[in-house]
């Protein structure tokens, strides 16, 4: 069966960083397409970093980009959220996910909720102003 479980979560001010990893269980994390989401209340759950595992090619919304950084590490076989110049709107449960291998190879980043398969159960970021 396959896990996907996220730690990292923290209460932090802003500007602050945190690093959130997600460690995979019964799945390979360079087979192939990973992501992080959030989800804050009254919100919907958005992609935040998309990670094509294969070539290490990977993709941000406007939100994210330049402050965070999503990367891997196939020995340990743990999938890395980098989050610096955190702000309020940053607060989050931030979620781990990965694509069933078994579908088709999308050779590239997704952002998109219906490309994933396997979630964790979430790990929650709180950045105080």
């Known amino acids: 069966q396959v896990q996907l479980v996220e730690s990292g979560g923290d209460s932090v001010q802003a500007g602050g960083s945190l690093r959130l990893m997600c460690t995979a269980f019964?799945?390979?994390?360079?087979?192939?397409?990973m992501g992080w989401f959030r989800q804050a209340p009254g919100k919907e759950r958005e992609g935040v970093a998309g990670?094509?595992?294969?070539?290490?090619?990977?993709i941000y919304p406007d939100s994210t980009k330049g402050r965070f950084d999503i990367s891997q590490d196939n020995a340990r076989n743990t999938l890395y959220l980098q989050m610096d110049f955190l702000t309020p709107e940053d607060s989050a449960m931030y979620y781990c996910?990965?694509?069933?291998?078994?579908?088709?190879?999308?050779?590239?980043?997704?952002?998109?909720?219906?490309?994933?398969?396997?979630w964790g159960q979430g790990t929650q970021v709180i950045v105080s102003s």
């Open positions: 019964e799945y390979n994390v360079k087979d192939t397409c």
């Open positions: 996910a990965a694509r069933d291998p078994r579908r088709l190879d999308l050779g590239y980043a997704s952002l998109k909720r219906t490309e994933y398969d396997y």
């Open positions: 990670l094509y595992t294969n070539t290490r090619d990977t």
